[in-house]
């Protein structure tokens, strides 16, 4: 009998091409009224541009020669300052991004290096669905409806686009969950996921030292799945022992300090670790819990209401505990968590959602769980919160383009409809009058009332006796059961 052939990585194409075609929207929008990109962004494209050419991180000449009026117009705020006698001047921001776009920035220029992003962009959609399928249990409808819906809206499709590290730390993290996951306990696998895994925390603070807790986790995730594999816990312990030595000796010796912001000059008076604030109130940082989510202008889900099923979701997912849930709730709480208490504020000159990228994607995979429970319903309801995303953000980057609005400015005066009726019961965190805190308090009892009663009730009619491997006190939450065989991200058995 003639096996039937599958039908392959077509459906992950799709995905991809999409996600793809999402980011371009935003590809020639500019980010304010006196420059195509701005903030941090020439800072990362300056630094690929000595890379290349003088291979090193001084950005003096480049800033000399005014290598940025291509994409910055106006007069460019260098954020540093002469390091040493020789004048060397480093920009105050992580280099692996700028490793990674020193090739597309010299071929292409900026557009070279926003294209390069959006193929990142692409390969991390196709990446989350995969993953999702494979590793997961969810139907390719649910994974790569709920993927599309989250990667065509804000903040995903913008930051396609948006010279930042979001998107590959975010590749970064499933390539992680990817190695942690893994359906194959052979001597080789084991060492295949292992090696993906460090590579990935290894690469995080890199990117940006801002992701430290979101490594801390895949590593913690790697050693308790290691646990019976002594020397190999060893050999994780001394290669995250010697990243760490080597970040911090490296980070002394380029920019004065542990960090980069040591080489920063908004930083020279009040010292690199005031990045997070000279006055922790944890009090008032305790409202971004529910902003990040809700808040009029910078919540994630006033742009794209897929995410406000973020939290039923997760719920449902601990309290189903499948295999892998734990894994990616632990990774959304501590980038959540990260954003609230120790980003300076949630309130940037960037677009919505940048602290909370990272593990955005993550958190596609947990709605795509909860929406293949009852795949007619939920799949409607995604489609539709999604559209809506997809919309306010094709909308935006359309004025972007015309020149009618900028992505940093004036985002929030958009013409997009479904935003603008939506914006009338949100709370604006930066106005924060009476009126919003109690607004803001009522989304909070909303959101905690919705998430008890679907994530708890629902999760526990719908969910299935737990197997054997599940309940087994031997295997880890996220560690899936060994199978006699491996799918790859495509779905296919090897």
Not at 138 to 162: I, K
Not at 310 to 320: H, Q
Request: aromatic share 8%; net charge neutral; charged share 15%.
């Amino acid at each position: 009998m003639t096996q039937r052939r599958p039908t392959g990585r077509w459906w992950l194409i799709a995905v991809a091409v999409l996600t793809f075609a999402a980011a371009l929207a935003g590809l020639w929008g500019r980010a304010t009224y006196g420059a195509r990109v701005s903030a941090d962004e020439p800072q990362y494209l300056l630094t690929a541009t000595s890379l290349f050419e003088d291979q090193n991180l001084d950005i003096s000449d480049e800033l000399a020669a005014g290598r940025y009026l291509p994409y910055h117009e106006i007069a460019l705020d260098p954020q540093t300052f002469p390091l040493d006698e020789s004048n060397r001047q480093v920009s105050p921001h992580d280099p692996l991004l700028p490793a990674l776009l020193a090739f597309p920035t010299a071929a292409g220029g900026w557009v070279g290096a926003k294209l390069a992003l959006a193929l990142i962009g692409a390969s991390a959609a196709a990446m989350t669905a995969g993953l999702a399928h494979s590793r997961f249990e969810v139907s390719r409808l649910s994974a790569a409806l709920v993927t599309a819906a989250g990667f065509g809206g804000l903040p995903l499709a913008p930051y396609g686009t948006q010279i930042y590290p979001e998107l590959p730390a975010a590749l970064m993290v499933l390539i992680a969950v990817a190695g942690l996951t893994t359906r194959s306990d052979t001597t080789q696998d084991r060492h295949r996921a292992t090696v993906l895994v460090l590579i990935a925390v290894v690469a995080l603070p890199w990117l940006a030292v801002k992701y430290v807790p979101v490594a801390t986790v895949l590593g913690v995730a790697l050693v308790v799945r290691l646990r019976h594999h002594h020397r190999e816990v060893l050999t994780t312990f001394a290669v995250a022992t010697a990243s760490g030595v080597a970040y911090l000796a490296t980070h002394r010796w380029l920019y004065g300090g542990w960090t980069v912001y040591a080489a920063g000059d908004h930083f020279i008076s009040s010292g690199q670790f005031s990045v997070v604030g000279t006055e922790l109130d944890l009090p008032g940082r305790s409202r971004r819990l529910v902003g990040l989510l809700v808040d009029r202008k910078f919540g994630i889900a006033a742009w794209s209401p897929l995410w406000i099923l973020l939290p039923v979701a997760t719920l449902s997912a601990l309290r189903r505990r499948p295999t892998g849930n734990i894994l990616l709730a632990a990774i959304v709480t501590v980038t959540w968590l990260n954003a609230s208490f120790v980003a300076l504020t949630m309130h940037g000159w960037w677009v919505p959602g940048r602290q909370l990228v990272v593990a955005l994607p993550v958190a596609l995979i947990l709605i795509a769980r909860w929406v293949d429970e009852r795949r007619p319903l939920r799949a409607s309801a995604v489609a539709g919160l999604g559209l809506i995303g997809i919309v306010n953000w094709l909308w935006l980057a359309f004025e972007t383009t015309t020149g009618r609005r900028t992505l940093i400015v004036d985002f929030t005066d958009t013409a997009s409809i479904p935003y603008r009726i939506l914006r009338h019961v949100l709370p604006d965190g930066q106005a924060a009058t009476h009126a919003d805190d109690l607004m803001l308090a009522l989304w909070c009892l909303a959101l905690v009332w919705s998430t008890l009663a679907l994530g708890l009730r629902r999760a526990h009619r719908s969910s299935p006796e737990p197997t054997e491997s599940e309940s087994s006190p031997d295997t880890p939450s996220w560690e899936t059961p060994t199978r006699p065989s491996v799918q790859d991200l495509s779905g296919h058995h090897v």
